[in-house]
């Protein structure tokens, strides 16, 4: 069969849909900026040498990239740094300069130089820089190729450097071009693999084969060519289906749950206009005096289950001394592991988190005070009655699968018994999750539900709240829900997850397993 022959003669390990590699510099928007600041570091000391392959390399590296963002009217070197790292495409070229023209460094610039390189990495304190990998690239066209696929991005407006209407000067090539095609294909997007190489073969021409050939590109083309018409003719379908999980598998709810998500991610309208007709934006002081004099500012994103956005929850100040506490402590995202045992690093979700204790900080039992006046339901930390705050910060292409936030309720008597920390068991299931934004994303980074049609963008200081569970502590699979992946910029949320325990007085249980 053509599609297990071409795995095995070309391409890059097989990975399975959406799954992240490894690498981790691209889950965050600050080991991005490390590589920036690292690049202009050894940049910095390669140029006290006269070795004229040294003045060769520094501009290959940096130059071209710095350039292009100062041509796109961005003045300060602030502003110049925080635009390569937000932009995918310059991402992409910054990690694919890094990686390969870095074997060549060494090479080219004698060892006194590379003295004063070493020690300039070693004296950057505050951005310690990270030279990239070989998975670090891979992760970086791995992010490329799910935007274009999640967004359905216009491939000729992509490849000139337009990403959703943000333009830039970072173009791709035909040799990126044709490397993406191949990460498509390894994920089983046939038909965005051949979109890739077929434009590939066009640059190609325009180049005169200057960074592939027409003819190597014919080769891969024709060959995703026939695996896209294999899958087309086995599912009776358009060939979109991934096969590299089996889709055997997957029922229809899922794959309907994975159309609606990528819809509502870009932006499409799920529902009637009659059903959005009846979602209100009011003011509620919910019951509290405490919002007697500045009622909370409420959007009603769904009536069943509840859904509600509140605006300007936290201050600018309030949110800068999160993000500040947080980033000395971001590591790579767990997820309960198989069979609810333990935790595992994420592949499904591709961000850095931390977690805040409420005594920290005077700040953050605020917060957890402001959030039960406004949810009727107890936060105390001491209590085991919520966890700690969670921020999570996603990178360029960062994103979570839809997923559930309940932890219980859908495992066997064997796993709860076996597999699930008694602490856990004490606390009970996460019972309701409030979200904060806290800022605005450029493009992308929508929270989507897609069994229910709705959406919630993400607006600096608003934070979103819903039950996981309903009343009669059965799990709500109506609240499945994912971030969609990161178009443009960076996206900081933070995450405050309410458990069963405590809640016995204010919530009320009905025996009913439908309400």
Same mark, same amino acid.
């Given at each position: 069969m053509i599609i297990s022959e071409f795995h095995n003669y070309i391409f890059l390990s097989k990975f399975p849909f959406y799954a992240t590699l490894p690498s981790e510099s691209l889950t965050t928007i600050n080991k991005l900026l490390s590589i920036c600041y690292g690049k202009k570091a050894i940049l910095f000391s390669i140029n006290h040498t006269n070795s004229f392959p040294a003045k060769k390399l520094k501009d290959k590296l940096y130059l071209a990239a710095y350039e292009q963002v100062?041509?796109?009217?961005?003045?300060?070197?602030? *502003?110049?740094?925080? !635009?390569?790292?937000?932009?995918?495409?310059? @991402?992409?070229? +910054?990690?694919?300069?890094?990686?390969?023209?870095w074997k060549h460094i060494e090479a080219n610039v004698n060892n006194d130089t590379w003295k004063y390189v070493t020690k300039a990495l070693a004296g950057m304190e505050h951005l310690p820089p990270r030279i990239p990998k070989e998975d670090d690239l891979h992760g970086a066209a791995q992010a490329l190729v799910r935007l274009h696929d999640v967004y359905n991005l216009n491939m000729s407006q992509l490849?000139?450097?337009?990403?959703?209407?943000?333009?830039?000067?970072?173009?791709?090539?035909?040799?990126?071009?044709?490397?993406?095609?191949?990460?498509?294909?390894?994920? *089983?997007?046939?038909? !965005?693999?051949?979109?890739?190489?077929?434009? @590939?073969?066009? +640059?190609?021409?325009?180049e005169k084969n200057a960074t592939v050939s027409q003819g190597q590109v014919s080769t891969f083309l024709n060959t995703a060519?026939?695996?896209?018409?294999?899958?087309?003719?086995?599912?009776?379908?358009?060939?979109?289906?991934?096969?590299?999980?089996?889709?055997s598998s997957r029922t229809s709810t899922e794959w309907e749950d994975s159309d609606n998500f990528q819809a509502l991610c870009r932006g499409e309208n799920l529902r009637s206009e009659a059903y959005i007709s009846t979602l209100t934006c009011y003011y509620d002081h919910r019951g509290e005096a405490y919002f007697y004099l500045m009622p909370a500012k409420i959007e009603r994103l769904h009536h069943d289950p509840e859904i509600l956005k509140f605006h300007h929850m936290l201050t600018d100040a309030e949110i800068h001394q999160i993000k500040e506490t947080a980033k000395p402590l971001l590591a790579r995202s767990m997820v309960q592991g198989m069979k609810g045992k333990g935790n595992t690093v994420s592949n499904t979700r591709t961000s850095k988190v931390a977690w805040l204790d409420d005594y920290v900080i005077p700040l953050f039992q605020r917060i957890s005070k402001r959030v039960s006046l406004l949810t009727g339901l107890s936060?105390?930390?001491?209590?085991d009655h919520a966890e700690y705050l969670q921020v999570s910060n996603y990178g360029?292409?960062?994103?979570?699968?839809?997923?559930?936030?309940?932890?219980?309720?859908?495992?066997?008597?064997?796993?709860?018994?076996?597999?699930?920390?008694?602490?856990?068991?004490?606390?009970?299931?996460?019972?309701?999750?409030?979200?904060?934004?806290l800022n605005d994303v450029s493009l992308g980074g929508a929270t989507a539900f897609p069994r229910l049609g709705a959406a919630a963008w993400p607006s600096k200081g608003s934070a979103v709240f819903w039950h996981n569970l309903k009343k009669s502590g059965a799990g709500d699979t109506r609240t499945l829900h994912g971030a969609c992946?990161?178009?443009?910029?960076?996206?900081?949320?933070?995450?405050?997850?309410?458990?069963?325990?405590g809640q016995f007085l204010r919530h009320a249980c009905v025996p009913s397993p439908h309400e």
């Open positions: 100062a041509a796109e009217q961005v003045v300060t070197e602030e *502003g110049i740094v925080e !635009r390569l790292a937000g932009n995918p495409l310059h @991402a992409f070229h +910054l990690i694919k300069r890094m990686t390969v023209d490849v000139q450097g337009n990403i959703g209407g943000v333009k830039s000067f970072a173009e791709l090539s035909a040799q990126d071009c044709l490397y993406m095609g191949k990460h498509s294909f390894n994920l *089983g997007m046939y038909h !965005r693999a051949v979109e890739w190489f077929e434009e @590939a073969y066009v +640059l190609s021409g325009k060519l026939r695996a896209h018409e294999e899958v087309t003719a086995a599912s009776g379908g358009d060939g979109t289906t991934n096969v590299a999980s089996d889709p936060l105390d930390i001491q209590q360029v292409g960062g994103h979570y699968n839809p997923h559930h936030d309940y932890l219980l309720v859908d495992k066997t008597e064997y796993e709860l018994k076996h597999n699930i920390n008694p602490r856990e068991l004490r606390m009970g299931d996460r019972i309701a999750t409030f979200m904060f934004y992946p990161v178009l443009h910029g960076t996206k900081w949320v933070s995450n405050k997850w309410i458990r069963e325990k």
